[in-house]
């Protein structure tokens, strides 16, 4: 069990997780976006769905932004040492704790914390739509 609760992603938001992008780099991010399982996720859901006829939107960027999601996950493992302090404030700020509380928590609650941000739909939702921006923009 969860020894904090994560809030809402608002706004706000956006601009911790663009500062951990950027110390990351955009390229890694950038390779997420374009990758197959990214491409497999926005074909999906871009053919018409049989019963309907229409694609669902909301349902369309959550696919998308599930498959983006796990994707970063594991860029931003492999990226940790790079942005660890980004990460931290991050993570205090939507769950209330400590940036120094943060950084003491036993490391399997740590990284529970982390898949628990990507497991967020607000997660989802932003980097479906990063997504497809970024797809539309060539």
Same mark, same amino acid.
Do not use: H, W
């Given at each position: #069990?969860?020894?904090?609760?994560?809030?809402?992603?608002?706004?706000?938001?956006?601009?911790?997780?663009?500062?951990?992008?950027?110390?990351?780099g *955009?390229?890694?991010? =950038?390779? *997420?976006?374009?990758?197959?399982a990214?491409?497999?996720?926005?074909?999906?859901?871009?053919?018409?769905?049989?019963?309907? @006829?229409?694609?669902?939107?909301?349902?369309?960027?959550?696919?998308? @932004? #599930?498959?983006?999601?796990?994707e970063?996950?594991?860029?931003?493992?492999?990226?940790?040492?790079?942005?660890? /302090?980004d990460?931290?404030?991050?993570?205090?700020?939507?769950?209330?704790? =400590?940036?120094?509380d943060?950084?003491?928590?036993?490391m399997?609650?740590?990284f529970?914390?982390i898949? /628990?941000?990507?497991?967020?739909?607000?997660?989802?939702?932003?980097?479906?739509? *990063?997504?497809?921006?970024?797809?539309?923009?060539?």
């Amino acid at each position: #069990m969860a020894d904090y609760e994560l809030r809402k992603l608002q706004s706000k938001d956006a601009f911790s997780m663009l500062r951990i992008i950027n110390k990351i780099g *955009v390229k890694e991010f =950038k390779d *997420v976006l374009e990758s197959d399982a990214v491409k497999q996720a926005i074909a999906s859901t871009t053919t018409p769905k049989p019963a309907s @006829g229409e694609p669902e939107p909301k349902a369309e960027t959550d696919k998308i @932004g #599930m498959t983006v999601a796990l994707e970063i996950v594991n860029v931003l493992i492999m990226n940790i040492p790079s942005c660890e /302090d980004d990460i931290y404030t991050f993570l205090s700020s939507l769950s209330g704790l =400590k940036k120094k509380d943060v950084q003491e928590l036993e490391m399997n609650v740590f990284f529970s914390m982390i898949m /628990d941000v990507f497991k967020k739909q607000e997660f989802a939702s932003f980097f479906g739509d *990063v997504s497809k921006l970024v797809k539309s923009g060539k």
